[in-house]
């Protein structure tokens, strides 16, 4: 059974630091990973996806890594601003495509300090 | 990315009623579309995968009678809350793929919908 874990599940840093999110998985038989974001209260924000052949997606300032054989993943964030404070939440999806589950990590919740 | 909507965003209904929740895909179709429910402070549970014109694939534990799911069309998913009772509230969420993107699969949720069972 895939197990995800984020730690820790509270991150606190001063505005424009450099920050990195773990996200670690026990099954390394993966068909992608997806790094999301979520707002208290709202629904989940797609900020990248990573197909298992991937070793890394870059998008403005979110930079996302995968090391499948290790199962790790990490989120960097550069430059970070007050409007990142958010819950970040990884999934992997299992072999098998569209049609398979997502598993996800309990997320970590960023608060960014002006 | 693609547009997933979400109805109610919020709903308060009184203990023993029904309760309904659409999910649906505004520019893409979707043959496949998963409902989630999350705890406060907890990762999302997947609760069932709901395929288009085809009963849905309920988790171990999810009572199907309770949570009624019908996926009739290629954009629209419902949850059906049955005889809600207080121990139902909670956060849920849809989500579904761009069939047309069978190697990227990637997911899309909708602003889920918090539910109150008083």
């Known amino acids: 059974k895939q197990e995800v874990t984020q730690i820790p599940a509270a991150l606190s840093v001063p505005e424009g630091e450099n920050l990195v999110l773990n996200c670690s998985f026990t099954?390394?038989?993966?068909?992608?990973l997806q790094w999301f974001r979520q707002d208290p209260g709202k629904g989940l924000t797609s900020l990248l996806l990573?197909?298992?052949?991937?070793r890394e997606q870059t998008s403005g300032r979110l930079n996302a890594s995968l090391d499948k054989s290790s199962g790790r993943s990490t989120l960097y964030i550069a430059a970070s601003q007050p409007g990142d404070s958010a819950t970040y939440l990884c999934a992997v999806r299992g072999w098998g495509g569209a049609n398979s589950k997502l598993t996800f990590g309990k997320g970590i919740t960023l608060s960014v300090r002006p | 990315g693609a547009v997933v909507s979400q109805h109610p965003s919020r709903v308060i209904c009184k203990s023993g009623t029904s309760v309904k929740i659409e999910c649906r895909s505004l520019?893409?179709?979707?043959?496949?579309m998963f409902w989630y429910r999350q705890f406060p402070k907890q990762s999302l549970m997947l609760m069932a995968t709901?395929?288009?014109?085809?009963?849905?694939?309920?988790e171990q534990g999810v009572e199907k009678d309770k949570f009624l799911i019908n996926h009739a069309s290629l954009t629209l998913s419902t949850l059906t809350v049955t005889s809600a009772h207080p121990e139902d509230s909670s956060f849920y969420i849809c989500?579904?793929?761009?069939?047309?993107?069978?190697?990227?699969?990637?997911?899309?949720f909708g602003q889920g919908t918090r539910l109150t069972v008083v």
């Open positions: 990573i197909q298992s052949s991937q």
């Open positions: 099954d390394s038989a993966i068909y992608n």
């Open positions: 520019d893409f179709q979707a043959t496949t």
């Open positions: 709901s395929n288009e014109g085809s009963k849905a694939t309920y």
């Open positions: 989500s579904a793929t761009d069939r047309g993107l069978t190697l990227n699969t990637e997911a899309f």
